[in-house]
């Protein structure tokens, strides 16, 4: 089984999991593909939030918080 995800899972974890990386895809379309993004595969969510905040507002990030929450309790 695959480990709950979370605000703490690396970004490489979360893109591995196909529903995750199709509503990030959704929010923020071309951010999956981003070479940015690729760079900071092995951070953690959290660690990328302060780093992004720039071009990805708080309410889209809650948005994929709020999504993670609602699939760990579908896990």
């Known amino acids: 089984t ?3 995800l979370t605000i703490e899972s690396t970004i490489k974890e979360l893109l591995a999991n ?7 895809e959704e929010l923020i379309p071309g951010l999956t ?10 951070e953690t969510l959290k660690d990328i939030i302060d780093k ?17 929450k609602d699939l760990k309790e579908n896990n």
């Open 2 to 4: 695959m480990a709950k």
């Open 18 to 24: 196909k529903e995750v990386k199709a509503k990030i």
């Open 33 to 42: 593909k981003n070479p940015i993004l690729m760079l900071a595969k092995n």
């Open 52 to 68: 992004v905040d720039d071009f990805i507002d708080d309410e889209t990030i809650d948005k994929i918080i709020d999504f993670l």
